[in-house]
């Protein structure tokens, strides 16, 4: 029983920080665009030379 008087507050203390993290990537606009990523993926645009990302020189 000793034990969870040093468990309750660590948990709670997580908790609060998990709900903290979440808050600020809320405001942080860290969901705003969720299926960009997916679609840049598939976009085409920059390896259409057929290279290598970098190597056209430009």
Sequence with gaps: MN???YL???A???GGLGL??????????QY??????A???LDDEE???GGPPGAHGG
């Design 32 to 37: 705003e665009d969720l299926d960009g990523a």
């Design 20 to 29: 903290a993290a979440f808050l600020w990537s809320i405001r942080s606009g």
């Design 12 to 14: 709670l203390f997580l």
């Design 8 to 10: 309750i507050p660590i």
């Design 47 to 49: 390896g259409a030379s």
């Design 39 to 41: 679609w840049r993926v």
């Design 3 to 5: 034990t969870l008087i």
